[in-house]
């Protein structure tokens, strides 16, 4: 069955980075784009941008672009998403999720990973 | 680029109808799928691409789209319906994703 599996939580100083990471399996790693969404405490879900696994284009949208990087490992079947220059409204839980096509559903999710900015 | 607008907050009695827009310009030309949140965990879909519904979702579950709203009903709503939905489509402009707000059920 397909699975994302994500790494842990994280805590960081204003300022630092943090990369998350997300491990796929259960299906061809390089079949199918991975995205990454936010939902900050109480409020809604965000999308930031998408991977494709095959040959590592990426796409950001415009208020994370200079601050973000996705990239891959196609031998760990891993995605991660490296988020710069945190601020306290990066707090977050962060998403990875798969799609099946442009017009699909995000059928597929991590379980999500927690990142606290704070000094 | 593009908006999708949801109503906050929406609460109803058990075995009642609710009734969760979606509003956005011209959304009945595009692919709507809608996530079910509840709380601490990663959304689920339960409708996409307008009005199917994946294996396991009841059929209580339903969609639709047309014009300048994309819908979802439950009918017969449980207690266990309680959580935030958010519609979403692919924004074929600037291809990206995007969410609504989302809204709360609250079962009352």
């Known amino acids: 069955q397909v699975r994302l599996v994500q790494s842990g939580a994280e805590v960081k100083k204003p300022g630092a980075s943090v990369k998350v990471s997300c491990k796929a399996s259960?299906?061809?790693?390089?079949?199918?784009?991975i995205h990454w969404v936010r939902q900050a405490p109480g409020q809604g879900l965000e999308w930031m941008g998408v991977i494709n696994p095959s040959g590592g284009s990426t796409r950001y949208i415009k208020k994370f672009q200079g601050r973000i990087s996705m990239t891959r490992d196609t031998s760990a079947n891993t995605v991660y998403v490296d988020l710069n220059s945190l601020r306290p409204e990066d707090t977050a839980v962060y998403y990875c999720?798969?799609?099946?096509?442009?017009?699909?559903?995000?059928?597929?999710w991590g379980q999500g990973t927690l990142v606290t900015v704070s000094s | 680029s593009y908006v999708l607008t949801q109503p906050p907050s929406l609460s109803v009695a058990p075995g009642e109808t609710a009734t969760i827009t979606c509003g956005g310009n011209?959304?009945?030309?595009?692919?709507v799928h809608w996530y079910q949140q509840r709380p601490g965990q990663a959304p689920v879909v339960v409708v996409y691409?307008?009005?199917a519904r994946p294996s396991g979702i009841p059929e209580r579950f339903s969609g639709s789209n047309s014009g300048n709203t994309a819908t979802l009903t439950i009918s017969r709503v449980e207690a266990g319906d309680e959580a935030d939905y958010y519609c979403q489509v692919w924004d074929t402009n600037s291809d990206h994703r995007v969410f609504g707000g989302g809204t709360k059920l609250t079962v009352l």
């Open positions: 259960g299906y061809t790693f390089i079949d199918s784009y």
């Open positions: 011209n959304i009945g030309d595009e692919a």
């Open positions: 999720a798969r799609d099946d096509g442009s017009s699909s559903p995000l059928e597929y």
């Open positions: 691409l307008d009005s």
